[in-house]
């Protein structure tokens, strides 16, 4: 439990959409251990269609959704287009995702590490966001 769960507070949750399960999961797994084992961040991963194939699946990602959600809104970080598509679908919906769901405009990997830190600080979805979209500025060179 993190010292954010020890206080009470509720934490803002991330999905990780992706057109593949094992990428989705990989990349989860990847999140939440540079994050430190007492990352109190719920962290979900939607990856591929129900049948384990290459896609997005908007059942998938809104169980996901529903799985990681504390109250505190679901920031949902993709990988590229039809993932794009499928969320803002459900987003525009307004039935499937829980209440504070948004689509966080961030690069998939160094986006997710982003967010699930700082969501286990027991930062809000606006802080979470900015911390993920902050990440399209890590230069490599």
Do not use: N
Request: hydrophobic share 50%; net charge negative; charged share 20%.
């Amino acid at each position: 439990m993190s010292a954010a769960d020890a206080a009470g507070a509720s934490l803002v949750g991330v999905v990780l959409v992706s057109h593949s399960g094992p990428v989705a999961d990989s990349v989860a797994a990847l999140a939440r251990g540079l994050a430190g084992a007492d990352a109190g961040a719920p962290v979900a991963s939607a990856g591929g269609t129900p049948d384990g194939g290459l896609g997005t699946s908007s059942e998938l990602i809104a169980e996901a959704a529903r799985s990681v959600d504390r109250g505190a809104g679901v920031a949902l970080l993709v990988d590229l287009g039809s993932a794009v598509l499928t969320v803002k679908a459900l987003i525009a919906e307004g039935d499937e995702l829980p209440e504070g769901s948004r689509l966080v405009d961030a690069p998939f990997v160094e986006g997710a590490v982003a967010a699930v830190v700082t969501a286990s600080t027991g930062a809000d979805l606006d802080a979470v966001a900015a911390a993920a979209g902050e990440a399209y500025g890590y230069r490599k060179e």
